[in-house]
């Protein structure tokens, strides 16, 4: 793990050295904390094989390498799980101190799916993937659960699901830049800042919970089972940014609107929680009195999902069901039992869905620099992409992306200055066809980094011995 | 915290004494053989990011003249300089205030950094405060390279430039486990086991402080990476206990040892416990007059000794010109 070799070129090429194992396909994801590539494996060992590599930006001037990427390395170290996502290399970019962590590639995520099956084939998910999905999650869940890891960020984007192969179907848990061990914090976990994408947001966050627990996982995993059946977000909220206060008006009544407002009688910890005293008012502002979350996921109240469903959006977090306890509910013991390959399911008479690939921009090499040349043709498991590389692949897009956040479609250009300095001129990726004279705002944003990192002038030692 | 059973520490640093002296040594040898070579052995960070030892000699006269100065050190002068910089992380860390947790994974970083290192090659001060800085953000209590180095005076950049050489040589295996939590379950299981009132309540408490002091001076030794963390405690708890008298501790041993799986046994048990009280025994800082002594020499070994200022103003603007050409470089073609 963590390659050694040095980053110095060689003769044969301007390449790094460990950018020379991988064949560079494209730009497949970006994010807040970078960009996700897709590139396959050189080596005669595992050639062609499919890596994601995420690119970590640098962190704010002067904190050094990415707390964000040490965080989800040294956690991802530790975990082994079929159904988390495997770091399988960790490689360093020493000049501009980020680091690349390369996965094995997932074909799919939840979003897609549910993204397809709404805008494209117009039909439910069947019952076995639903079910075959969801106990696949928990089960990763009660393995980070049970080592004490909450995720905290969970939604459909950042649960993959393999394609073709050995693991298709398997669902694989990612993106842990915010996930935490959270045995003995040093600090009160809300000081790391609000964390959870406002959907999935459990209730006592909301509210102001300053010390939570793996139960905000599991809220995240009732509205995920919701949005699988209806294939819609179940709390669609409108998100006030830039307050780091965690009270999310519109969030929290969408939540009211389909269960009802929490009493202390049904929660008694209620009264702690800061917002629930302050904002008493705007809370209790709307009186809800015919909510029905079955109506809402067209489910019976009397069947074994709505009640697993109910369980997990109970509004107590020290009463919501635990992902051990959910693995063990009736709803997996009843037909259609779940499988291992969640989208191919066993029995004859289920619709068969052929999930579209993650589109590959082929345009964006690893610096995250756009290219304005037409590209080239993607030759290698050109197979593995129904669809061919058509128009389709040479225009970006607002991308499936890897763990990682989606973003609004941007210009191209945008790349640019988002991009990070540092792997030198004439580096090639995938032997992708890449513009010269690189847009001049790129260039500085290079040169100012190496200027911060205090690297080319920097005195070799100081003598002083102070302490 | 993840299982400590399926951890990297268990399965990769946690190491047989033979091993240990292996990797010290061949540390050693390799700075020796630069130092024959180059005549220095300090590795710089380049421009590019990469190591690299100082530029061979090429004059066979200043190559036979600093050959017959510099003498390497040896591998217990290197053990000299590591105690030293080790009591140094609990010191800083001490004068920051840092919760004890971070004060043991910075220890444990610097012990894993030097078992791929020479002190001969990096500076242990930076290496040192670096770590420090990392276990910050390990541990979630972040604190910017800059008010670190502001604290103790020294430049922050430094800590920057060492930030990655540090995860890479831990191999990225950042999660590490201390025994002062194993200490506290200990007690927390001794609670039960003792069916403890007030006043026993009290007595555990005193064994617990007591225990924390025995594990702040196993982690100045080469225990914690020849033993796991549960033992440290266990030790550190059956010393504490022999001052106090505070319950029956084989008693209490027999019960531990079966309720776990027959791994463990109590025999094995107290080999390790001689083995870590003869550690901490044969622990001893260095005298502040060999201490100097061994400083001039890595010094020298470093290339940085008085004598060699002139060399310094010379690597000063060589490093300039380097840049200039970077810059170039950078330019569209």
Same mark, same amino acid.
Request: with cysteine; glycine share 6%; charged share 20%.
């Given at each position: 793990?963590?390659?050694?070799?040095?980053?110095?070129?060689?003769?044969?090429?301007?390449?790094?050295?460990?950018?020379?194992?991988?064949?560079?396909?494209?730009?497949?994801?970006?994010?807040?904390?970078?960009?996700?590539?897709?590139?396959?494996?050189?080596?005669?060992?595992?050639?062609?094989?499919?890596?994601?590599?995420?690119?970590?930006?640098?962190?704010?001037?002067?904190?050094?390498?990415?707390?964000?990427?040490?965080?989800?390395?040294?956690?991802?170290?530790?975990?082994?799980?079929?159904?988390?996502?495997?770091?399988?290399?960790?490689?360093?970019?020493?000049?501009?101190?980020?680091?690349?962590?390369?996965?094995?590639?997932?074909?799919?995520?939840?979003?897609?799916?549910?993204?397809?099956?709404?805008?494209?084939?117009?039909?439910?998910?069947?019952?076995?993937?639903?079910?075959?999905?969801?106990?696949?999650?928990?089960?990763?869940?009660?393995?980070?659960?049970?080592?004490?890891?909450?995720?905290?960020?969970?939604?459909?984007?950042?649960?993959?699901?393999?394609?073709?192969?050995?693991?298709?179907?398997?669902?694989?848990?990612?993106?842990?830049?915010?996930?935490?061990?959270?045995?003995?914090?040093?600090?009160?976990?809300?000081?790391?800042?609000?964390?959870?994408?406002?959907?999935?947001?459990?209730?006592?966050?909301?509210?102001?919970?300053?010390?939570?627990?793996?139960?905000?996982?599991?809220?995240?995993?009732?509205?995920?089972?919701?949005?699988?059946?209806?294939?819609?977000?179940?709390?669609?909220?409108?998100?006030?940014?830039?307050?780091?206060?965690?009270?999310?008006?519109?969030?929290?009544?969408?939540?009211?609107?389909?269960?009802?407002?929490?009493?202390?009688?049904?929660?008694?910890?209620?009264?702690?929680?800061?917002?629930?005293?302050?904002?008493?008012?705007?809370?209790?502002?709307?009186?809800?009195?015919?909510?029905?979350?079955?109506?809402?996921?067209?489910?019976?109240?009397?069947?074994?999902?709505?009640?697993?469903?109910?369980?997990?959006?109970?509004?107590?977090?020290?009463?919501?069901?635990?992902?051990?306890?959910?693995?063990?509910?009736?709803?997996?013991?009843?037909?259609?039992?779940?499988?291992?390959?969640?989208?191919?399911?066993?029995?004859?008479?289920?619709?068969?869905?052929?999930?579209?690939?993650?589109?590959?921009?082929?345009?964006?090499?690893?610096?995250?620099?756009?290219?304005?040349?037409?590209?080239?043709?993607?030759?290698?498991?050109?197979?593995?992409?129904?669809?061919?590389?058509?128009?389709?692949?040479?225009?970006?897009?607002?991308?499936?992306?890897?763990?990682?956040?989606?973003?609004?479609?941007?210009?191209?250009?945008?790349?640019?200055?988002?991009?990070?300095?540092?792997?030198?001129?004439?580096?090639?990726?995938?032997?992708?066809?890449?513009?010269?004279?690189?847009?001049?705002?790129?260039?500085?944003?290079?040169?100012?980094?190496?200027?911060?990192?205090?690297?080319?002038?920097?005195?070799?030692?100081?003598?002083?011995?102070?302490? | 915290?993840?299982?400590?059973?399926?951890?990297?520490?268990?399965?990769?640093?946690?190491?047989?004494?033979?091993?240990?002296?292996?990797?010290?040594?061949?540390?050693?040898?390799?700075?020796?053989?630069?130092?024959?070579?180059?005549?220095?052995?300090?590795?710089?960070?380049?421009?590019?990011?990469?190591?690299?030892?100082?530029?061979?000699?090429?004059?066979?006269?200043?190559?036979?003249?600093?050959?017959?100065?510099?003498?390497?050190?040896?591998?217990?002068?290197?053990?000299?300089?590591?105690?030293?910089?080790?009591?140094?992380?609990?010191?800083?860390?001490?004068?920051?205030?840092?919760?004890?947790?971070?004060?043991?994974?910075?220890?444990?970083?610097?012990?894993?950094?030097?078992?791929?290192?020479?002190?001969?090659?990096? !500076?242990?001060?930076?290496?040192?405060?670096?770590?420090?800085?990392?276990?910050?953000?390990?541990?979630?209590?972040?604190?910017?390279?800059?008010?670190?180095?502001?604290?103790?005076?020294?430049?922050?950049?430094?800590?920057?430039?060492?930030?990655?050489?540090?995860?890479?040589?831990?191999?990225?295996?950042?999660?590490?486990?201390?025994?002062?939590?194993?200490?506290?379950?200990?007690?927390?299981?001794?609670?039960?086991?003792?069916?403890?009132?007030?006043?026993?309540?009290?007595?555990?408490?005193?064994?617990?402080?007591?225990?924390?002091? =025995?594990?702040?001076?196993?982690?100045?030794?080469?225990?914690?990476?020849?033993?796991?963390?549960?033992?440290?405690?266990?030790?550190?708890?059956?010393?504490?206990?022999?001052?106090?008298?505070?319950?029956?501790?084989?008693?209490?041993?027999?019960?531990?040892?079966?309720? !776990?799986?027959?791994?463990?046994?109590?025999? =094995?048990?107290?080999?390790?416990?001689?083995?870590?009280?003869?550690?901490?025994?044969?622990?001893?800082?260095?005298?502040?007059?060999?201490?100097?002594?061994?400083?001039?020499?890595?010094?020298?070994?470093?290339?940085?000794?008085? !004598?060699?200022?002139?060399?310094?103003?010379?690597?000063?603007?060589?490093?300039?010109?380097?840049?200039?050409?970077?810059?170039?470089?950078?330019?569209?073609?």
């Amino acid at each position: 793990m963590g390659d050694g070799s040095s980053n110095r070129t060689n003769s044969n090429s301007n390449k790094p050295e460990w950018l020379q194992q991988y064949d560079l396909i494209g730009k497949i994801g970006e994010g807040t904390y970078g960009l996700v590539f897709l590139a396959r494996i050189k080596s005669q060992a595992n050639r062609g094989k499919s890596i994601a590599i995420k690119k970590f930006k640098q962190s704010k001037d002067g904190d050094g390498v990415s707390p964000t990427a040490i965080r989800e390395i040294m956690l991802l170290r530790e975990i082994i799980h079929e159904n988390v996502v495997k770091l399988v290399n960790v490689h360093i970019n020493h000049t501009d101190m980020s680091l690349y962590l390369a996965f094995d590639y997932a074909e799919h995520d939840l979003y897609e799916i549910i993204r397809h099956h709404r805008d494209k084939v117009n039909h439910s998910i069947n019952q076995y993937t639903v079910k075959s999905l969801l106990w696949q999650l928990l089960n990763g869940l009660n393995y980070l659960h049970s080592n004490w890891i909450i995720h905290r960020d969970l939604k459909p984007s950042n649960i993959l699901v393999m394609g073709d192969g050995e693991e298709h179907g398997v669902v694989k848990i990612a993106d842990f830049g915010l996930a935490r061990i959270y045995q003995a914090p040093l600090k009160p976990l809300s000081e790391n800042g609000v964390v959870v994408t406002i959907w999935y947001r459990a209730p006592e966050l909301l509210l102001g919970a300053k010390h939570y627990t793996s139960a905000v996982d599991m809220w995240a995993v009732g509205c995920i089972f919701a949005e699988l059946l209806t294939l819609k977000p179940l709390f669609q909220g409108a998100e006030v940014k830039g307050t780091p206060n965690p009270f999310q008006l519109d969030q929290l009544d969408k939540i009211f609107k389909v269960l009802g407002h929490p009493t202390l009688d049904k929660w008694p910890s209620l009264a702690n929680l800061p917002h629930w005293q302050q904002d008493v008012q705007h809370i209790q502002g709307h009186k809800y009195d015919n909510t029905s979350l079955c109506n809402v996921v067209h489910l019976s109240p009397k069947s074994p999902a709505y009640d697993l469903l109910s369980k997990m959006l109970e509004y107590d977090p020290r009463k919501r069901i635990t992902a051990a306890e959910a693995l063990e509910h009736e709803y997996f013991k009843l037909e259609p039992q779940p499988g291992r390959n969640t989208l191919v399911p066993c029995q004859p008479g289920e619709t068969f869905v052929n999930y579209p690939t993650r589109p590959v921009d082929t345009t964006t090499d690893f610096e995250g620099t756009a290219n304005l040349q037409p590209p080239m043709p993607v030759s290698s498991g050109a197979g593995s992409m129904p669809g061919g590389h058509g128009s389709n692949r040479t225009v970006p897009r607002p991308m499936n992306v890897v763990g990682m956040q989606r973003m609004p479609h941007q210009p191209m250009q945008a790349y640019n200055l988002a991009s990070q300095a540092g792997m030198g001129p004439g580096m090639n990726p995938g032997g992708i066809p890449m513009q010269r004279g690189v847009p001049q705002a790129h260039q500085q944003q290079q040169l100012r980094r190496k200027d911060q990192m205090g690297m080319p002038g920097y005195p070799p030692q100081q003598k002083s011995r102070r302490i | 915290m993840a299982d400590f059973l399926t951890s990297t520490h268990r399965a990769k640093w946690v190491f047989t004494p033979q091993h240990l002296v292996e990797k010290y040594r061949a540390a050693n040898q390799r700075a020796r053989q630069v130092l024959e070579k180059c005549g220095a052995t300090l590795m710089e960070i380049d421009v590019d990011g990469s190591l690299s030892y100082p530029e061979p000699q090429t004059s066979v006269k200043a190559n036979a003249e600093k050959h017959s100065r510099t003498k390497p050190l040896s591998i217990d002068e290197e053990q000299c300089i590591r105690v030293f910089f080790e009591n140094k992380i609990q010191e800083v860390c001490k004068s920051f205030q840092f919760p004890h947790k971070i004060q043991a994974t910075a220890l444990i970083y610097f012990k894993r950094f030097f078992l791929q290192w020479s002190v001969m090659e990096h !500076q242990p001060k930076n290496i040192m405060l670096t770590c420090i800085y990392a276990a910050c953000k390990i541990e979630e209590n972040h604190v910017s390279a800059e008010e670190l180095g502001k604290g103790i005076q020294q430049d922050h950049h430094m800590i920057l430039n060492n930030e990655m050489i540090i995860y890479q040589s831990l191999e990225f295996d950042l999660i590490v486990y201390a025994p002062y939590r194993s200490v506290e379950g200990f007690i927390n299981d001794m609670q039960e086991f003792c069916n403890a009132d007030d006043d026993f309540l009290q007595m555990l408490k005193t064994l617990q402080d007591t225990a924390r002091s =025995e594990v702040d001076k196993m982690m100045l030794t080469d225990a914690p990476l020849l033993f796991p963390p549960g033992q440290l405690a266990l030790a550190a708890l059956h010393n504490s206990n022999a001052l106090h008298k505070v319950l029956d501790f084989d008693g209490y041993l027999s019960s531990i040892f079966s309720r !776990q799986n027959p791994v463990h046994r109590e025999s =094995e048990f107290i080999e390790s416990l001689n083995a870590i009280n003869s550690l901490v025994r044969k622990y001893k800082f260095p005298e502040r007059k060999e201490q100097n002594h061994i400083n001039r020499k890595l010094e020298s070994c470093w290339g940085l000794s008085s !004598q060699d200022e002139s060399k310094k103003r010379e690597k000063k603007s060589k490093h300039k010109s380097k840049k200039n050409s970077n810059e170039a470089q950078i330019a569209p073609s």
